[in-house]
């Protein structure tokens, strides 16, 4: 392991010469997947020059004593190996790097960081519940600053592999909070065997009901205008609907009834595969729709509209802030 994270320690201060200082990228070690995202900061608002991720399911491998297994903490790093190269031309300076839910709270997450972040040539940021929180809004209220939503109070709803999101707020939050629930998570939980059913089903949204009690009252009482959803899960859910509105993707309750039959008709997760859904989301789509169900029900939620804004785009506006 040392031989190859001192080549890569070496690449990297190499092509570290040629860096362009324009160049900034927002990476997030979340616990399905690992996302880059780079941008050319010559143009107001920025230019995304470019995207990258792949599925980690980082929290597939966290035990009961919540330690990663070295099978984990390998995908990461074997992850971060193909990842790398995309970094070639951006400063150490500008590589803005976060974790969140898993790396959060694995007792050995150092394992994983130690190398990580000589691979990357950076510091990685854990983030707390409440700060991905935040950065999230910020990602939202940044993509939807056009629209007709800009000024309107906002609940942002974010499902993650490891924890969900709940923001209120209007141009910054004014109530947040982290659930320890998600996609990966709910996956190993309630579905045995990997198997698809009703009954699989029911008990996932009851649990994400349960989650988020206490704090739905907070919720419910407070006047927001709009929901709006954010992460590759409310992504993968909103394409499968197909309504857009106001030039913005959308959910009602009639198309999450229409979206469960589609699940239902798969007898295993491995076998989820929806045209136009991404196949590495499959797998992980029928424990996001019972957390986004749960969340619908219990915050008597209708509507919710997707941004494509999220915990990379807060990052950056973070970063690039005068």
């Known amino acids: ?51 990258a991720g792949e599925k980690v399911q980082l929290a597939a491998g966290l035990d009961d004593q919540g330690c990663l297994s070295q099978e984990a903490i390998g995908r ?3 992850c971060l190996r193909r990842l790398v190269p995309k970094l070639a031309k951006i400063s150490p300076n500008n590589r803005h790097i976060v974790a969140t ?30 700060e991905e929180a935040s950065l999230i809004f910020s990602g939202v209220v940044g993509e939807v600053a056009d629209t007709s939503y800009r ?3 906002k609940l942002v709803v974010d499902i993650g592999g490891g ?3 709940l923001i209120l707020g209007q141009h910054t939050p004014k109530r947040l909070q982290s659930f320890s629930m998600g996609c990966v998570a709910f996956s190993s939980q309630f579905f045995p065997q990997r198997k698809i059913d009703q009954s699989y089903i029911k008990n996932a949204v009851e649990a994400a009901q349960h989650t988020i009690a206490t704090a739905a009252p907070n919720y419910l009482n407070d006047g927001w205008q709009v929901c709006i959803g954010s992460s590759g899960t409310i992504k993968a859910l909103a394409a ?3 309504l857009v509105e106001d030039g913005m993707p959308y959910l009602n309750l009639a198309s999450m009834a229409k979206i469960e039959q589609q ?32 969340i619908m029900s219990s915050l008597n939620l209708d ?16 970063a690039l802030q005068p």
């Open 240 to 242: 499968l609907s197909g």
């Open 151 to 153: 000024n309107s109070k």
């Open 76 to 78: 990461g790093l074997d």
């Open 303 to 318: 509507h919710i509209y997707f941004s494509t804004g999220a915990l990379r785009e807060g990052v950056l506006l973070r």
């Open 263 to 294: 699940i239902l008709a798969f007898g295993y997760l491995d076998d989820v595969a929806v045209e136009g859904l991404r196949p590495d989301r499959g797998e992980v789509l029928p424990a996001g729709y019972a957390i986004l169900k749960g």
């Open 1 to 51: 392991m040392f031989d190859t994270l001192q080549y890569y320690y070496y690449w990297i201060t190499y092509f570290d010469l040629h860096t362009l200082n324009y160049l900034v990228a927002a990476i997030d070690l979340g616990s399905n997947s690992f996302h880059v995202t780079l941008v050319d900061t010559r143009y107001t608002p920025w230019r995304v020059v470019s995207r």
């Open 163 to 165: 924890s969900t999101e």
């Open 101 to 130: 839910n898993t790396l959060r709270v694995a007792q050995n997450s150092a394992e994983f960081i130690v190398d990580a972040e000589l691979m990357l040539g950076a510091p990685i940021r854990v983030l707390t519940g409440e």
